[in-house]
């Protein structure tokens, strides 16, 4: 994608599902490639990021290349002109899957994803729910065929991952793989 001589942007969105760490290692992951990121983190984030992890919100901020209050649906990423790689929301809760999925967006967020969708832009949505009912599939089911990416962080037993942060790693690697990112996080099948 052309930028105009700009670096490529990807949207990062952490919503206030179980596993703050995704879209933070998504951020970490993206810092040396010379990939700007732009950060959206709903309200409910800010709160699970202070029961999973030791890291101030200011810190996670600082990760990006910019970051963006919840409710500024003026900023830039709420508009299909700001040109982006896409989105990843990293986790994504069943809440902001719903809005995405019915197109009545109440935050920066979901509407930055809508955007991706109307854009024909990427969109991947790493949905930390289990177990799922009738609903949440209908739901998955319909982003799919809107276009969007459905990818539950499902660790890779093939690996051999020997920690938490291998398991972590290769899942935001093959979540990267879906942009065309190459990070070598992720272990690859027959390599």
């Known amino acids: 994608m052309n930028h105009g001589g700009s670096p490529p942007r990807l949207v990062v969105g952490i919503s206030g599902a179980s596993g703050v760490v995704y879209g ?9 490639l010379g990939i700007e990121t732009h950060l959206i983190m709903s309200k409910a984030a800010e709160v699970t990021l202070a029961h999973e992890t030791r890291l101030k919100l200011a810190e996670v901020r600082e990760l ?4 963006y209050k919840p409710e500024d649906i003026g900023a830039a990423p709420a508009s299909g002109s ?12 069943v ?3 719903s809005e995405i999925a019915s197109g009545v967006t109440t935050s920066l967020l979901t509407r930055a994803a809508d955007v ?3 854009e024909r832009r990427r969109l991947v949505l790493m949905v930390r729910e289990t177990p799922l ?3 949440h599939l209908r739901t998955m089911l319909q982003l ?3 276009g969007a990416v459905v990818a539950p962080p499902v660790p890779a037993f093939y690996a051999r991952p020997e ?3 291998a398991m972590i790693d290769h899942t935001v690697g093959r979540m990267l793989d879906l942009f065309g990112i190459e990070t070598g996080l992720a272990s690859r099948w027959g390599e």
């Open 64 to 67: 990006a290349s910019a970051w």
């Open 116 to 118: 991706a969708l109307k």
């Open 133 to 135: 009912h009738t609903g």
């Open 144 to 146: 799919s065929e809107m």
């Open 95 to 97: 809440r902001s899957m």
């Open 163 to 165: 920690s938490l942060e």
């Open 24 to 32: 933070i290692r998504v951020l970490r992951a993206l810092a040396p």
């Open 82 to 93: 700001f040109r982006t790689l896409g989105m990843i929301v990293a986790p994504c809760s």
